[in-house]
T-cell receptor, first 112, second 118 residues
Framework: QKEVEQNSGPLSVPEGAIASLNCTYSDRGSQSFFWYRQYSGKSPELIMSIYSNGDKEDGRFTAQLNKASQYVSLLIRDSQPSDSATYLCAVITGSGTYKYIFGTGTRLKVLA | GAGVSQSPRYKVAKRGQDVALRCDPISGHVSLFWYQQALGQGPEFLTYFQNEAQLDKSGLPSDRFFAERPEGSVSTLKIQRTQQEDSAVYLC?????WGQGALENTIYFGEGSWLTVV
C-alpha cells in the first residue's frame, strides 16, 4: 500500500461545477497535509495546508481533513478552465519529521 | 532572489556522463530538499539539508547520487555515470525552517531541472 494514494484521473468537470479531489494516507500519526497544483511542465505550487480535522476555506478552495478515516480532500467551487492541472496531495508523516510524501496526483480537466 | 532558482533548466546527458544540478534557495531559508519527479508521478524525496548539514539522504537511489550544501545556501545535486532511468525532473525546494508552525513547514519549489539521459 502506498503511503499517500490518489486517483490519477483524469477527472473531468464542466466549467462552473464543483471539483472534488480525494486523497488517503496510511500513517495514522500524520499531522500536516497539503494540496499542491502542478501545471504541465511547471513545478508544484502550494494551494492549501490543513492541520486540524474539519474544513478550511480559501477563496474557491476548501480543504477537508478527517484523521479518523485518514483522508483529506480538496473542493474547488466554480471550476474554471484555468484550474485544469494535476493536483498533488502531500503528507508529512509522523510528528517531528520533515519529509513530504506525495501522492501521484489527480489530473483535473475543466471543460469550457 | 524571490524564489527558488535551479539551473540548468534542461540538460541532455549521454549515458555514462556526470551531471551537476544547482539549486539556489529562497534567501534565509534554512531547510532545503531535493525531489525527483518521473513523468506522471508525484515528487519522490531524495535528500534533506538543514543549513549545511545533510540530515537525511535516504531517498538517494544509488551511490551515484550525491548532494552537498557546503555553506548552507546553494546546493548541488551530482549524478555520476548517468543511466537512462535517471531521466526525470529534479526539483529543489526550500522552507524557512522546520517546526510546528505552518509558515516554517511550507516548502516552495523551484522550476526544476529536466534531465534526459540518451
Amino acid at each position: 500500500q502506498k503511503e499517500v494514494e490518489q486517483n490519477s484521473g483524469p477527472l473531468s468537470v464542466p466549467e462552473g461545477a464543483i471539483a472534488s479531489l480525494n486523497c488517503t494516507y496510511s500513517d495514522r500519526g500524520s499531522q500536516s497535509f497539503f494540496w499542491y497544483r502542478q501545471y504541465s511542465g511547471k513545478s508544484p505550487e502550494l494551494i492549501m495546508s490543513i492541520y486540524s480535522n474539519g474544513d478550511k476555506e480559501d477563496g474557491r478552495f476548501t480543504a477537508q481533513l478527517n484523521k479518523a478515516s485518514q483522508y483529506v480532500s480538496l473542493l474547488i467551487r466554480d471550476s474554471q478552465p484555468s484550474d485544469s492541472a494535476t493536483y498533488l496531495c502531500a503528507v508529512i508523516t509522523g510528528s517531528g519529521t520533515y519529509k513530504y510524501i506525495f501522492g501521484t496526483g489527480t489530473r483535473l480537466k475543466v471543460l469550457a | 532572489g524571490a524564489g527558488v532558482s535551479q539551473s540548468p533548466r534542461y540538460k541532455v546527458a549521454k549515458r555514462g556522463q556526470d551531471v551537476a544540478l544547482r539549486c539556489d534557495p529562497i534567501s534565509g531559508h534554512v531547510s532545503l530538499f531535493w525531489y525527483q519527479q518521473a513523468l506522471g508521478q508525484g515528487p519522490e524525496f531524495l535528500t534533506y539539508f538543514q543549513n549545511e548539514a545533510q540530515l537525511d539522504k535516504s531517498g538517494l537511489p544509488s551511490d551515484r547520487f550525491f548532494a552537498e550544501r557546503p555553506e548552507g545556501s546553494v546546493s548541488t545535486l551530482k549524478i555520476q555515470r548517468t543511466q537512462q532511468e535517471d531521466s526525470a525532473v529534479y526539483l529543489c525546494a526550500s522552507s524557512l525552517a522546520w517546526g510546528q508552525g505552518a509558515l516554517e513547514n511550507t516548502i516552495y519549489f523551484g522550476e526544476g531541472s529536466w534531465l534526459t539521459v540518451v
